[in-house]
């Protein structure tokens, strides 16, 4: 590793998630830490906690990331931080794909987070405490984390996602438009 940039961030040389450098906040290493520490007793616990911490946040930005890469768009950098990551993306060229992008992150979590909890409620499948552990702390950690992504909260990604509300109601009122055009277009032919 590299020394900590003048924000307090260390690029983990060598590893690229989703071909985008990642950076660790000396906050998220520091709680990583913590969390190792906390359950020295149990090693293979606390692997999985700081596993699960960094995966649910990792999670999300790979979401972005992926998402911005299937609409063109090139995600160079992901930022892990204390409480939350950032997927640093090149600017969309339109708010329809800017919108996509932030949906990413959420979709990303809701799919791995949905099949998990599911999982915690079979019964047998919590037998074994350190899948257990994993399942519900990454399961319940995802879901919690994208539905609180979703809040309309400026530098939360709901900020951004709700505007397709407004987005699909203009594409619903163009096709119908569209439609009703053609609709008349054709009768006027018979």
């Known amino acids: 590793m590299k020394p900590f940039d003048a924000h307090g961030y260390v690029q983990v040389q060598g590893l690229r998630v989703f071909h985008a450098r990642l950076h660790l906040h000396w906050t998220a290493l520091g709680l990583a830490a913590c969390l190792l520490v906390g359950r ?31 609409l063109g768009y090139r995600a160079p950098v992901i930022r892990l931080s204390f409480m939350h990551g950032v ?25 791995v987070a949905i099949p998990l909890v599911a999982l915690a409620q079979v019964r047998g499948a919590m037998a074994q405490p350190f899948v257990a ?23 939360l990604d709901g900020a951004t996602t709700w505007r397709i509300v407004p987005l699909l109601w203009r594409d619903w009122r163009v096709r119908g438009t569209a439609r009703k055009a053609a609709q008349d277009l054709l009768r006027r032919l018979r």
């Open 40 to 70: 020295i007793r149990r090693p293979a616990e606390a692997l999985a906690a700081v596993g699960c911490y960094f995966g649910v946040i990792l999670l999300h930005e790979i979401g972005h990331a992926v998402m911005a890469r299937r």
């Open 133 to 155: 552990l994993v399942i519900v702390s990454f399961g319940n950690a995802s879901l919690l984390l994208a539905l609180l992504n979703l809040l309309p909260i400026p530098g």
């Open 87 to 111: 997927c640093e993306i090149d600017a969309p060229a339109s708010r329809r794909d800017e919108i996509f992008i932030a949906w990413g992150g959420v979709l990303a979590q809701v799919a």
